[in-house]
Protein backbone atom coordinates (compact mmCIF):
# COMPACT_ATOMS: atom_id res chain seq x y z
CA UNK A 1 0.00 0.00 0.00
CA UNK A 2 2.80 2.57 0.66
CA UNK A 3 4.41 1.45 -2.23
CA UNK A 4 1.71 2.23 -4.48
CA UNK A 5 1.18 5.76 -2.89
CA UNK A 6 5.02 6.61 -3.32
CA UNK A 7 4.67 6.12 -6.73
CA UNK A 8 1.45 8.02 -7.83
CA UNK A 9 3.78 11.05 -8.87
CA UNK A 10 5.24 9.22 -11.43
CA UNK A 11 2.56 7.72 -12.63
CA UNK A 12 0.63 11.65 -12.88
CA UNK A 13 3.80 13.32 -14.87
CA UNK A 14 3.81 10.03 -17.07
CA UNK A 15 0.22 11.04 -17.82
CA UNK A 16 1.04 14.59 -19.05
CA UNK A 17 3.90 13.50 -21.05
CA UNK A 18 1.91 10.77 -23.18
CA UNK A 19 -1.44 12.68 -23.17
CA UNK A 20 -3.62 15.44 -21.34
CA UNK A 21 -6.72 13.70 -21.97
CA UNK A 22 -6.08 9.72 -20.71
CA UNK A 23 -7.58 8.52 -17.29
CA UNK A 24 -5.18 6.71 -15.38
CA UNK A 25 -6.30 3.90 -13.49
CA UNK A 26 -5.51 3.49 -9.91
CA UNK A 27 -5.06 7.12 -9.77
CA UNK A 28 -7.45 9.49 -7.79
CA UNK A 29 -10.64 11.36 -9.73
CA UNK A 30 -9.22 14.81 -8.93
CA UNK A 31 -5.95 14.60 -10.28
CA UNK A 32 -7.01 12.61 -13.46
CA UNK A 33 -9.78 15.59 -14.28
CA UNK A 34 -7.23 18.23 -13.70
CA UNK A 35 -4.54 17.17 -15.51
CA UNK A 36 -7.18 17.03 -18.76
CA UNK A 37 -8.42 20.12 -18.46
CA UNK A 38 -5.02 21.79 -18.42
CA UNK A 39 -3.42 19.31 -21.61
CA UNK A 40 -6.80 20.10 -23.44
CA UNK A 41 -6.54 24.23 -23.05
CA UNK A 42 -3.00 24.11 -23.57
CA UNK A 43 -3.59 22.06 -26.87
CA UNK A 44 -6.22 24.02 -28.49
CA UNK A 45 -3.49 27.09 -27.45
CA UNK A 46 -1.24 25.99 -29.62
CA UNK A 47 -3.47 25.22 -32.70
CA UNK A 48 -4.77 28.57 -32.16
CA UNK A 49 -1.61 30.03 -32.23
CA UNK A 50 -0.23 28.11 -35.31
CA UNK A 51 -3.63 29.08 -36.97
CA UNK A 52 -2.89 32.94 -36.58
CA UNK A 53 0.65 32.27 -37.46
CA UNK A 54 -0.25 30.83 -40.49
CA UNK A 55 -3.04 33.72 -41.31
CA UNK A 56 -0.31 36.45 -40.28
CA UNK A 57 1.76 35.26 -42.63
CA UNK A 58 -1.27 34.98 -45.76
CA UNK A 59 -2.17 38.82 -45.13
CA UNK A 60 1.60 40.31 -45.43
CA UNK A 61 2.28 38.03 -48.48
CA UNK A 62 2.00 40.99 -50.82
CA UNK A 63 4.41 40.75 -54.56
CA UNK A 64 6.34 43.81 -54.14
CA UNK A 65 8.02 43.42 -57.19
CA UNK A 66 7.28 46.45 -59.05
CA UNK A 67 5.14 46.38 -62.23
CA UNK A 68 3.79 49.15 -65.01
CA UNK A 69 0.19 48.89 -66.64
CA UNK A 70 -1.22 50.15 -69.93
CA UNK A 71 -4.43 52.03 -69.61
CA UNK A 72 -7.46 50.04 -71.48
CA UNK A 73 -8.88 52.86 -72.81
CA UNK A 74 -6.05 54.54 -75.40
CA UNK A 75 -8.57 56.28 -77.54
CA UNK A 76 -9.25 60.19 -77.32
CA UNK A 77 -11.29 62.39 -78.91
CA UNK A 78 -9.85 65.11 -81.56
CA UNK A 79 -8.80 68.44 -79.96
CA UNK A 80 -8.77 67.08 -76.12
CA UNK A 81 -5.66 67.74 -74.08
CA UNK A 82 -3.58 64.54 -73.58
CA UNK A 83 -1.38 63.85 -71.10
CA UNK A 84 1.13 61.29 -72.59
CA UNK A 85 2.23 60.11 -68.57
CA UNK A 86 -1.83 59.44 -67.94
CA UNK A 87 -1.44 55.59 -70.13
CA UNK A 88 0.67 54.31 -67.91
CA UNK A 89 0.71 53.13 -64.50
CA UNK A 90 3.67 51.96 -62.15
CA UNK A 91 2.96 49.79 -58.95
CA UNK A 92 4.50 48.32 -56.40
CA UNK A 93 2.55 46.46 -54.18
CA UNK A 94 -0.46 48.07 -53.77
CA UNK A 95 1.11 51.74 -54.03
CA UNK A 96 1.10 53.28 -56.71
CA UNK A 97 4.14 55.74 -57.76
CA UNK A 98 3.86 58.67 -60.37
CA UNK A 99 5.08 58.34 -64.22
CA UNK A 100 6.91 61.19 -65.30
CA UNK A 101 7.15 62.42 -68.95
CA UNK A 102 10.96 61.28 -68.98
CA UNK A 103 9.37 57.90 -68.81
CA UNK A 104 7.69 58.21 -71.98
CA UNK A 105 8.51 58.26 -75.27
CA UNK A 106 6.44 59.57 -78.35
CA UNK A 107 4.21 62.56 -79.12
CA UNK A 108 0.41 62.22 -79.06
CA UNK A 109 -1.40 65.46 -82.03
CA UNK A 110 -4.73 65.37 -80.70
CA UNK A 111 -5.21 67.87 -83.85
CA UNK A 112 -4.65 65.41 -86.10
CA UNK A 113 -6.66 61.94 -85.78
CA UNK A 114 -4.37 58.77 -86.33
CA UNK A 115 -2.29 56.83 -84.59
CA UNK A 116 0.77 57.41 -82.36
CA UNK A 117 2.66 55.08 -80.44
CA UNK A 118 3.98 55.77 -77.01
CA UNK A 119 6.76 53.77 -75.43
CA UNK A 120 7.56 53.67 -71.80
CA UNK A 121 10.75 52.32 -70.32
CA UNK A 122 12.36 53.18 -66.20
CA UNK A 123 14.13 51.43 -63.76
CA UNK A 124 12.50 51.11 -60.19
CA UNK A 125 14.09 49.13 -57.11
CA UNK A 126 16.49 47.95 -60.07
CA UNK A 127 14.15 46.37 -62.06
CA UNK A 128 13.69 47.25 -65.65
CA UNK A 129 9.87 48.60 -67.00
CA UNK A 130 9.01 48.87 -70.76
CA UNK A 131 5.32 49.52 -72.00
CA UNK A 132 4.16 50.35 -75.11
CA UNK A 133 0.89 52.15 -76.16
CA UNK A 134 -0.57 53.02 -79.52
CA UNK A 135 -3.38 56.04 -78.98
CA UNK A 136 -5.67 56.87 -81.05
CA UNK A 137 -6.85 59.84 -81.87
CA UNK A 138 -10.91 59.71 -82.84
CA UNK A 139 -12.99 62.37 -84.70
CA UNK A 140 -14.95 64.85 -82.66
CA UNK A 141 -17.78 64.86 -84.05
CA UNK A 142 -21.13 67.46 -82.99
CA UNK A 143 -24.77 67.23 -83.96
CA UNK A 144 -27.01 69.68 -82.91
CA UNK A 145 -30.61 70.23 -83.57
CA UNK A 146 -31.82 73.42 -85.29
CA UNK A 147 -34.87 72.64 -84.82
CA UNK A 148 -35.15 70.75 -81.15
CA UNK A 149 -36.15 67.09 -80.98
CA UNK A 150 -39.93 67.44 -82.46
CA UNK A 151 -39.53 69.22 -85.78
CA UNK A 152 -42.87 70.16 -87.33
CA UNK A 153 -43.77 70.39 -90.98
CA UNK A 154 -46.53 71.32 -92.47
CA UNK A 155 -48.72 68.70 -94.72
CA UNK A 156 -48.25 69.35 -98.87
CA UNK A 157 -52.04 67.41 -98.55
CA UNK A 158 -53.24 70.38 -97.17
CA UNK A 159 -51.79 72.96 -99.90
CA UNK A 160 -50.03 74.88 -97.47
CA UNK A 161 -46.73 74.17 -98.52
CA UNK A 162 -44.69 73.77 -101.87
CA UNK A 163 -42.26 71.39 -100.02
CA UNK A 164 -42.84 67.68 -99.65
CA UNK A 165 -42.15 65.76 -96.55
CA UNK A 166 -39.09 63.60 -97.44
CA UNK A 167 -35.50 62.25 -95.26
CA UNK A 168 -34.03 64.79 -98.20
CA UNK A 169 -35.96 67.70 -96.49
CA UNK A 170 -35.48 66.18 -93.35
CA UNK A 171 -31.66 66.93 -93.59
CA UNK A 172 -32.38 70.49 -92.48
CA UNK A 173 -33.35 69.14 -88.86
CA UNK A 174 -29.72 68.16 -88.02
CA UNK A 175 -26.37 70.22 -88.54
CA UNK A 176 -23.21 68.30 -87.89
CA UNK A 177 -19.65 69.37 -87.04
CA UNK A 178 -16.19 67.02 -87.91
CA UNK A 179 -13.19 68.19 -85.74
CA UNK A 180 -15.02 71.80 -85.43
CA UNK A 181 -16.07 71.81 -89.30
CA UNK A 182 -19.77 72.05 -90.64
CA UNK A 183 -19.62 69.22 -92.64
CA UNK A 184 -22.90 68.91 -95.01
CA UNK A 185 -25.52 66.37 -93.43
CA UNK A 186 -26.36 63.67 -96.46
CA UNK A 187 -29.68 62.07 -96.89
CA UNK A 188 -27.58 58.62 -97.05
CA UNK A 189 -27.27 58.96 -93.07
CA UNK A 190 -30.82 59.44 -92.05
CA UNK A 191 -32.72 56.26 -91.23
CA UNK A 192 -36.43 56.17 -90.71
CA UNK A 193 -39.59 57.07 -93.19
CA UNK A 194 -41.51 59.98 -93.58
CA UNK A 195 -44.91 61.10 -95.58
CA UNK A 196 -47.02 63.97 -96.27
CA UNK A 197 -49.74 62.35 -93.72
CA UNK A 198 -50.30 64.08 -90.50
CA UNK A 199 -48.88 62.10 -87.74
CA UNK A 200 -45.03 61.43 -86.13
CA UNK A 201 -42.34 60.06 -87.76
CA UNK A 202 -39.17 59.19 -85.75
CA UNK A 203 -36.12 59.82 -87.71
CA UNK A 204 -32.35 58.80 -86.90
CA UNK A 205 -29.17 60.47 -88.45
CA UNK A 206 -26.25 58.02 -88.17
CA UNK A 207 -22.69 59.81 -88.96
CA UNK A 208 -19.92 57.58 -90.38
CA UNK A 209 -16.65 58.14 -89.90
CA UNK A 210 -13.57 56.30 -89.56
CA UNK A 211 -15.14 53.45 -88.99
CA UNK A 212 -17.13 54.72 -86.04
CA UNK A 213 -20.74 56.03 -86.03
CA UNK A 214 -22.48 58.57 -84.16
CA UNK A 215 -26.15 58.88 -84.06
CA UNK A 216 -28.86 61.32 -83.03
CA UNK A 217 -32.83 60.82 -83.04
CA UNK A 218 -35.44 63.45 -83.21
CA UNK A 219 -39.48 62.74 -84.18
CA UNK A 220 -40.69 64.45 -87.06
CA UNK A 221 -44.10 65.80 -86.68
CA UNK A 222 -46.57 66.31 -89.97
CA UNK A 223 -49.18 68.68 -88.74
CA UNK A 224 -51.77 70.85 -89.83
CA UNK A 225 -50.76 75.02 -89.92
CA UNK A 226 -52.25 76.31 -86.86
CA UNK A 227 -50.32 73.87 -85.04
CA UNK A 228 -46.93 75.34 -86.41
CA UNK A 229 -48.09 78.21 -84.02
CA UNK A 230 -44.94 78.38 -81.15
CA UNK A 231 -43.93 80.57 -78.29
CA UNK A 232 -41.23 82.87 -78.61
CA UNK A 233 -41.24 83.53 -74.95
CA UNK A 234 -41.45 81.78 -71.91
CA UNK A 235 -42.60 82.45 -68.52
CA UNK A 236 -39.21 82.41 -67.50
CA UNK A 237 -37.39 84.14 -70.23
CA UNK A 238 -40.67 86.78 -71.04
CA UNK A 239 -40.59 89.59 -73.71
CA UNK A 240 -39.47 92.49 -72.26
CA UNK A 241 -41.32 95.80 -72.35
CA UNK A 242 -41.20 99.31 -70.42
CA UNK A 243 -44.24 100.48 -68.99
CA UNK A 244 -45.83 103.35 -70.69
CA UNK A 245 -44.16 102.88 -74.01
CA UNK A 246 -46.90 100.86 -75.60
CA UNK A 247 -50.55 100.18 -74.58
CA UNK A 248 -53.48 97.54 -76.11
CA UNK A 249 -53.41 97.31 -79.58
CA UNK A 250 -50.99 99.28 -80.02
CA UNK A 251 -48.45 96.76 -79.44
CA UNK A 252 -47.29 94.16 -82.22
CA UNK A 253 -48.03 90.49 -80.26
CA UNK A 254 -47.15 88.53 -83.02
CA UNK A 255 -43.71 89.50 -82.20
CA UNK A 256 -44.52 87.07 -79.39
CA UNK A 257 -44.82 84.15 -81.19
CA UNK A 258 -42.88 82.21 -83.75
CA UNK A 259 -43.14 79.73 -86.78
CA UNK A 260 -41.99 76.31 -85.30
CA UNK A 261 -41.54 74.66 -88.43
CA UNK A 262 -38.37 73.67 -90.43
CA UNK A 263 -39.64 74.04 -94.07
CA UNK A 264 -42.14 77.26 -93.67
CA UNK A 265 -42.05 80.42 -95.34
CA UNK A 266 -45.13 81.27 -93.16
CA UNK A 267 -45.64 84.87 -91.26
CA UNK A 268 -48.21 85.10 -88.68
CA UNK A 269 -50.52 87.70 -88.88
CA UNK A 270 -53.65 88.85 -86.74
CA UNK A 271 -57.08 87.81 -86.89
CA UNK A 272 -58.30 91.40 -87.68
CA UNK A 273 -56.48 91.93 -90.73
CA UNK A 274 -57.74 88.77 -92.17
CA UNK A 275 -60.53 90.44 -94.87
CA UNK A 276 -57.19 92.66 -96.17
CA UNK A 277 -55.38 89.74 -96.69
CA UNK A 278 -57.51 86.80 -98.11
CA UNK A 279 -55.68 86.52 -101.19
CA UNK A 280 -52.31 85.79 -99.25
CA UNK A 281 -51.02 82.16 -99.12
CA UNK A 282 -48.67 81.12 -96.55
CA UNK A 283 -50.44 83.31 -93.54
CA UNK A 284 -51.43 81.91 -90.22
CA UNK A 285 -53.98 84.02 -88.32
CA UNK A 286 -54.04 84.74 -84.88
CA UNK A 287 -56.63 86.36 -82.13
CA UNK A 288 -54.73 87.49 -79.46
CA UNK A 289 -55.98 87.85 -76.10
CA UNK A 290 -54.33 90.36 -73.88
CA UNK A 291 -56.38 91.23 -71.41
CA UNK A 292 -54.27 89.98 -68.25
CA UNK A 293 -51.87 92.49 -69.44
CA UNK A 294 -51.41 95.80 -67.32
CA UNK A 295 -48.70 97.62 -69.36
CA UNK A 296 -48.57 100.74 -66.69
CA UNK A 297 -47.62 97.97 -64.29
CA UNK A 298 -44.37 96.37 -63.91
CA UNK A 299 -44.83 92.27 -63.96
CA UNK A 300 -44.99 89.05 -65.81
CA UNK A 301 -47.79 88.61 -67.82
CA UNK A 302 -49.51 85.80 -70.14
CA UNK A 303 -50.79 86.51 -74.01
CA UNK A 304 -52.88 83.60 -75.53
CA UNK A 305 -52.97 83.46 -79.45
CA UNK A 306 -55.42 81.23 -80.69
CA UNK A 307 -55.72 79.86 -84.72
CA UNK A 308 -58.17 77.72 -86.43
CA UNK A 309 -57.43 74.29 -87.83
CA UNK A 310 -58.93 71.69 -89.31
CA UNK A 311 -59.82 70.10 -85.88
CA UNK A 312 -60.90 73.05 -84.02
CA UNK A 313 -59.31 76.33 -82.06
CA UNK A 314 -55.32 75.58 -81.00
CA UNK A 315 -53.69 78.16 -78.08
CA UNK A 316 -50.29 79.05 -77.66
CA UNK A 317 -49.04 80.79 -74.44
CA UNK A 318 -46.22 83.46 -74.39
CA UNK A 319 -45.42 86.00 -71.51
CA UNK A 320 -44.33 89.69 -71.94
CA UNK A 321 -42.35 91.66 -69.36
CA UNK A 322 -43.48 95.00 -67.78
CA UNK A 323 -40.54 96.52 -66.57
CA UNK A 324 -40.50 100.03 -64.69
CA UNK A 325 -39.46 103.35 -66.75
CA UNK A 326 -38.15 104.36 -63.21
CA UNK A 327 -34.36 104.64 -63.47
CA UNK A 328 -31.92 105.11 -61.02
CA UNK A 329 -27.96 105.68 -61.79
CA UNK A 330 -25.01 107.70 -60.09
CA UNK A 331 -25.51 111.50 -60.80
CA UNK A 332 -21.33 111.69 -61.43
CA UNK A 333 -19.20 109.53 -62.21
CA UNK A 334 -16.24 111.46 -60.83
CA UNK A 335 -17.61 113.38 -58.17
CA UNK A 336 -18.48 110.61 -55.49
CA UNK A 337 -16.71 111.81 -52.84
CA UNK A 338 -16.66 114.30 -49.91
CA UNK A 339 -14.23 115.91 -47.57
CA UNK A 340 -13.76 114.31 -43.87
CA UNK A 341 -15.96 116.49 -41.57
CA UNK A 342 -16.96 118.58 -44.15
CA UNK A 343 -20.80 119.20 -45.44
CA UNK A 344 -22.42 116.48 -47.78
CA UNK A 345 -25.85 115.81 -49.06
CA UNK A 346 -26.08 111.94 -49.96
CA UNK A 347 -28.83 112.63 -52.41
CA UNK A 348 -26.45 114.51 -54.31
CA UNK A 349 -24.97 111.53 -55.47
CA UNK A 350 -27.91 110.09 -57.21
CA UNK A 351 -30.13 111.08 -60.66
CA UNK A 352 -33.48 109.58 -60.89
CA UNK A 353 -36.03 109.30 -64.31
CA UNK A 354 -39.00 108.59 -64.27
CA UNK A 355 -40.21 107.64 -68.53
CA UNK A 356 -38.91 111.31 -69.62
CA UNK A 357 -39.31 113.12 -66.04
CA UNK A 358 -36.54 113.91 -63.41
CA UNK A 359 -37.18 113.08 -60.14
CA UNK A 360 -36.57 115.99 -57.22
CA UNK A 361 -33.89 114.72 -54.78
CA UNK A 362 -36.02 115.43 -52.19
CA UNK A 363 -38.08 112.01 -52.96
CA UNK A 364 -35.20 109.83 -53.21
CA UNK A 365 -34.34 107.04 -50.39
CA UNK A 366 -30.81 106.95 -49.47
CA UNK A 367 -29.65 104.13 -47.14
CA UNK A 368 -26.26 105.27 -46.13
CA UNK A 369 -24.97 101.88 -44.33
CA UNK A 370 -21.77 102.99 -42.32
CA UNK A 371 -21.06 105.61 -43.69
CA UNK A 372 -19.02 108.35 -41.57
CA UNK A 373 -18.02 111.75 -42.61
CA UNK A 374 -15.69 111.65 -39.68
CA UNK A 375 -13.75 108.71 -41.05
CA UNK A 376 -11.67 108.67 -44.23
CA UNK A 377 -12.71 105.49 -46.44
CA UNK A 378 -15.00 104.10 -49.12
CA UNK A 379 -18.22 103.06 -48.43
CA UNK A 380 -21.25 101.82 -50.53
CA UNK A 381 -24.37 103.66 -50.39
CA UNK A 382 -27.99 102.70 -51.77
CA UNK A 383 -30.43 105.29 -53.30
CA UNK A 384 -33.70 104.11 -54.61
CA UNK A 385 -37.05 105.30 -55.63
CA UNK A 386 -40.70 103.13 -56.43
CA UNK A 387 -38.62 100.08 -56.01
CA UNK A 388 -35.87 100.96 -58.36
CA UNK A 389 -32.67 100.78 -56.58
CA UNK A 390 -28.49 101.55 -57.42
CA UNK A 391 -25.86 101.41 -54.87
CA UNK A 392 -22.38 103.40 -55.72
CA UNK A 393 -19.26 104.48 -54.00
CA UNK A 394 -18.69 106.62 -51.88
CA UNK A 395 -15.70 108.13 -50.65
CA UNK A 396 -14.49 110.47 -47.84
CA UNK A 397 -11.29 111.93 -48.41
CA UNK A 398 -8.66 114.01 -45.89
CA UNK A 399 -8.41 117.60 -46.42
CA UNK A 400 -4.63 116.42 -46.94
CA UNK A 401 -4.90 114.89 -49.78
CA UNK A 402 -5.68 118.24 -52.13
CA UNK A 403 -3.00 120.02 -53.31
CA UNK A 404 -0.24 120.13 -55.94
CA UNK A 405 1.11 116.48 -57.05
CA UNK A 406 4.60 116.61 -59.14
CA UNK A 407 6.62 113.39 -60.14
CA UNK A 408 9.97 113.32 -62.09
CA UNK A 409 10.21 110.84 -65.61
CA UNK A 410 13.10 108.92 -66.25
CA UNK A 411 13.63 111.48 -68.96
CA UNK A 412 14.11 114.23 -65.70
CA UNK A 413 11.19 115.79 -66.73
CA UNK A 414 8.91 117.01 -64.23
CA UNK A 415 4.77 116.43 -64.45
CA UNK A 416 2.04 117.55 -62.60
CA UNK A 417 -1.24 115.60 -62.71
CA UNK A 418 -4.79 115.98 -61.12
CA UNK A 419 -7.24 113.31 -59.69
CA UNK A 420 -10.60 112.32 -59.57
CA UNK A 421 -12.23 109.84 -57.50
CA UNK A 422 -15.04 107.65 -60.08
CA UNK A 423 -18.18 105.78 -59.18
CA UNK A 424 -16.23 102.52 -58.06
CA UNK A 425 -14.49 104.87 -55.46
CA UNK A 426 -11.33 104.36 -57.38
CA UNK A 427 -8.82 107.19 -58.38
CA UNK A 428 -7.94 107.92 -61.44
CA UNK A 429 -4.92 110.14 -62.56
CA UNK A 430 -4.42 112.17 -65.61
Avoid at 80 to 104: H, L, R
Avoid at 148 to 177: D, H, M, Q, R
Avoid at 370 to 398: C, H, R
Wanted: hydrophobic content about 35%; charged content about 20%.
Amino acid sequence: MKKRIKNRPYVSVLALLVSGTMALSGCGNQSSTGTSSDSSSSAASSSELASSSSEDTSSTSVDATPKVTVADDLEVTWGDDVDPTSFFTITIGNVTQKVTAEMVTGTVNTQVEGTYPLSFATTVDEVNLTAHANVVVIAKVEITLPYGKTPSFTSISNNLTNTEVTLENVVNCFAVKIDDQDVEVQPSWLEGNVSNDYGSYPVTLNVPVAGKTFSSSITVKVVDHAEILASSYTEDDPYVLEQGTMVGSAFDFTLLYNIAVSNSVYTILKDSSKNENDSKNNVVYATFDYSAVKFDTPGIYEVKATATTNTGDVTVSSYIRIISNVHVVSASTTDNWFVKDGDYDLTSLFKVTEGDKEVSSTEITVDQGDFDITKPGAYNVKGSYKGVETTIVVTVLNSSFFGNYTYQSLNSGTYSSSFTISGDGSVEMT
